[in-house]
T-cell receptor, first 117, second 114 residues
Framework: DAGVTQSPTHLIKTRGQHVTLRCSPI?????VSWYQQVLGQGPQFIFQYYEKEERGRGNFPDRFSARQFPNYSSELNVNALLLGDSALYLC????????????????FGSGTQLSVL | QQQVKQSPQSLIVQKGGISIINCAYENTAFDYFPWYQQFPGKGPALLIAIRPDVSEKKEGRFTISFNKSAKQFSLHIMDSQPGDSATYFCAAFRAFFGNEKLTFGTGTRLTIIP
């Protein structure tokens, strides 16, 4: 059974460019979350989507956007890239959103390593 | 504002010893506290988690101790093995509609030496 898959695994961009990162959740999982992990730090929450609706947004600028598709896969878009956007971008899926505070588990993919030059 | 503080930043433990990692949180609205293990080049993987109505939870060699009044929780790894060498993150979750997210600590790099 496939886990959370992310593509691409590595990406190099230059300042000012745009990037799209993709995520496929575990089969049957309806919630997708995106996190940014800067080297040496813990992951920082960017977005959560459940049933194609945004359920949560972290403290990131409007250059960051995301969407979830009918098949529950998701894209993270970052416009006008800055050097500080260089990080590992992690996607996580879970069966449902945490709205009912059930004992849900977040399953993370291996991430997309983005380097902005 | 760092809402979850984790220590130590790095830890070296001899094989067979006990590894202890500590976390403290500020927001009393957090209601779910997981620990994640991350190997280089991989995403974090859930190890064990606890809710604040329980003071301790044990799964195999991993134990979470939770002190609600002190707003602290810790991970204990018993009989530490070289395969446990990884970065460990504590996290805290707040579950209410419209703002559902995990807040992670800064991580502890654990090295188990023979």
């Amino acid at each position: 059974d496939a886990g959370v898959t992310q593509s691409p695994t590595h990406l190099i961009k230059t300042r000012g460019q745009h990037v799209t990162l993709r995520c496929s959740p575990i089969s049957g999982h309806k919630s997708v979350s995106w996190y940014q992990q800067v080297l040496g730090q813990g992951p920082q929450f960017i977005f959560q989507y459940y049933e194609k609706e945004e359920r949560g947004r972290g403290n990131f600028p409007d250059r960051f956007s995301a969407r979830q598709f009918p098949n529950y896969s998701s894209e993270l878009n970052v416009n006008a890239l800055l050097l500080g956007d260089s990080a590992l971008y992690l996607c996580a899926s879970s069966l449902e959103g945490f709205r009912r505070a059930t004992n849900e588990k977040l399953f993370f993919g291996s991430g997309t390593q983005l380097s902005v030059l | 504002q760092q809402q979850v503080k984790q220590s130590p930043q790095s830890l070296i433990v001899q094989k067979g010893g006990i590894s202890i990692i500590n976390c403290a949180y500020e927001n009393t609205a957090f209601d779910y506290f997981p620990w994640y293990q991350q190997f280089p080049g991989k995403g974090p993987a859930l190890l064990i988690a606890i809710r604040p109505d329980v003071s301790e939870k044990k799964e195999g060699r991993f134990t979470i101790s939770f002190n609600k009044s002190a707003k602290q929780f810790s991970l204990h790894i018993m009989d530490s093995q070289p395969g446990d060498s990884a970065t460990y993150f504590c996290a805290a979750f707040r579950a209410f509609f419209g703002n559902e997210k995990l807040t992670f600590g800064t991580g502890t790099r654990l090295t188990i030496i023979p």
